[in-house]
């Protein structure tokens, strides 16, 4: 409890300061003027917390007295948590009057300095507070504000019927404008990296799912343009931090963002969502050609993978099946664990090399999903230190919600510019 305590205490204690330094950012004393009227309405709706002192309406918040004072009344975790949700809401209000009354990339420019000075003190924790407005206002809202009115409408509907409960509820408005206040009440007391990866796998989704409906608005050069020039200015903002989770996997397909490492890294397990292995295999067979010793494990039958994709006999398959065949290394649904041993046995007679596993929706039908999990996460244990790389081709119609978000945490999305 004094755990829980102590992190909300931390969030609470940030997003007042948060409100404080965002404030003291907006230099001209006619764009401070803006928010007056709204720190005066919430000090009367929040009487507990903003007594008399509190709040300076020349200037803004006098941070410590609010903190005794909301110290002094109330305690325990639950005020802790409604106090922050308050501030959440405050902030999203100033921001959002201070936007209307200069303009939005300006109050996103305040965002990101009053945001850098807070990590600074706070350290990356305070990332699963401010990344909701980085991710869905820098980005996301910046794209959709091109869009007309009906694209604008298409997309709120896909947000809407999305199972992520993380973004179900943000709000977006007719001109593409997105309040992000429920998805930083509904993200900011998660344990910090299941947090940052719940809202970067949910992010990743709304982009990818809603891509096509604006790139079909804008069309194909100017969509692809607007995107990669968002993604560049955030990463250059916040590399170190989101190159760590995947930021690569928020990319649609076509899109090209010079900052995101294009390189197909060592140590990773990479998976590629497709009907047909087609890509996976491109990558696969590409790396052989560049000089990586290959393994394929695959459900087909092993001549036909070799005269389908001109694979030479030097490369091994193993084929994932009940049959045995003579002059073939196979593997029925008894003996998965020998999968383990196999890439132990490839990783240590190789200097570097790529393993490919073709198999995946017949060994989640023949073991089951979490098996197959428990597997994969022993295969990744033997890569990781290693200049080995696994790549899972499965097809997505294969596998639920549920599955397809404890696959993404283990692995890394493929996309079509990576290069070996």
Request: glycine letters at 4%; one cysteine or more; hydrophobic letters at 35%.
């Amino acid at each position: 409890m004094n755990n829980q305590l102590n992190r909300k205490n931390f969030l609470r204690d940030g997003s007042i300061v948060f409100t404080n330094i965002f404030l003291s950012n907006i230099a001209p004393e006619e764009e401070f003027n803006t928010v007056r009227a709204t720190l005066s309405k919430h000090a009367k709706q929040f009487p507990r917390m903003l007594d008399k002192g509190c709040i300076d309406l020349n200037r803004g918040l006098n941070t410590n007295m609010i903190l005794k004072n909301i110290d002094r009344k109330e305690e325990g975790v639950e005020c802790v948590s409604k106090v922050c949700r308050e501030f959440i809401s405050l902030n999203t209000k100033i921001m959002d009057i201070y936007a209307s009354t200069t303009s939005s990339e300006k109050m996103k420019d305040v965002f990101e300095q009053t945001f850098r000075e807070l990590v600074k003190t706070y350290g990356e924790e305070f990332y699963l507070y401010g990344l909701p407005f980085i991710l869905f206002k820098e980005i996301f809202e910046t794209f959709l504000m091109e869009c007309r009115k009906k694209t604008i409408v298409d997309v709120k509907n896909k947000i809407r019927g999305m199972d992520e409960i993380i973004v179900k509820q943000m709000g977006v408005d007719e001109n593409g404008e997105i309040n992000i206040e429920k998805v930083q009440e509904n993200i900011v007391f998660f344990p910090f990296e299941e947090g940052v990866n719940r809202l970067i796998y949910a992010f990743s989704r709304v982009m990818n799912i809603c891509y096509p409906i604006i790139q079909e608005d804008l069309g194909v050069e100017k969509a692809e343009k607007l995107c990669s020039g968002l993604f560049e200015k955030i990463l250059r903002n916040h590399r170190s931090f989101l190159s760590k989770y995947k930021i690569s996997d928020a990319v649609p397909n076509g899109v090209n963002v010079p900052m995101i490492k294009s390189l197909f890294e060592p140590g990773k397990i990479y998976l590629k969502e497709e009907e047909k292995p087609m890509h996976a295999f491109k990558i696969f067979l590409t790396s052989i050609e560049q000089g990586y010793s290959g393994i394929c494990i695959t459900k087909n039958y092993p001549d036909n993978i070799r005269n389908k994709y001109s694979l030479k006999k030097e490369t091994p398959i193993i084929w994932f099946t009940s049959l045995k065949t003579e002059g073939e290394t196979c593997i029925s649904c008894e003996e998965t664990q020998r999968l383990v041993k196999i890439t132990k046995d490839f990783v240590t007679n190789n200097d570097a090399g790529v393993i490919l596993l073709d198999c995946m929706s017949r060994l989640i039908t023949t073991v089951g999903y979490d098996d197959t999990l428990s597997l994969l996460n022993r295969m990744i244990t033997i890569v990781k230190p290693s200049n080995f790389r696994i790549i899972v081709s499965v097809n997505p119609q294969t596998l639920d919600e549920s599955e397809r978000y404890s696959l993404s945490k283990i692995t890394t999305k493929l996309s079509k510019t990576m290069k070996p």
